[in-house]
């Protein structure tokens, strides 16, 4: 399973996904001159969620501290380990 730890807030992720759904903001939008070139870029407004804004969108840290999408439906993963 890959891995992705922040190097902002340190917390790591179960993958790129769930790194990516941590982060919120805008990159910083182009600025223009009359002739249509950019001449800079506004302040970039990204940062990482709070714990509880991460909890809100349903994210969970796994049992290994690891912050993971969704947690995963113990039923269905006995099921899944029992058939194996």
């Known amino acids: 399973m890959a891995r992705s ?9 179960s993958s ?5 759904k941590h982060r ?5 939008d182009p600025i223009y001159d009359e002739s249509k070139h950019i001449t800079g870029y506004t ?9 509880a804004e991460m909890l809100a969108k349903k994210m ?3 049992e290994s501290g690891i912050w ?11 099921k899944v380990i029992g058939q194996a």
């Open 60 to 62: 969970v840290k796994n």
């Open 43 to 51: 302040q970039h407004e990204r940062k990482c969620l709070t714990e």
């Open 24 to 28: 919120t903001g805008s990159y910083g």
């Open 5 to 13: 730890q922040c190097t902002a807030c340190k917390e790591t992720f």
């Open 68 to 78: 993971i999408t969704k947690e995963l439906d113990r039923a269905i993963l006995d």
């Open 16 to 20: 790129e996904s769930a790194f990516n």
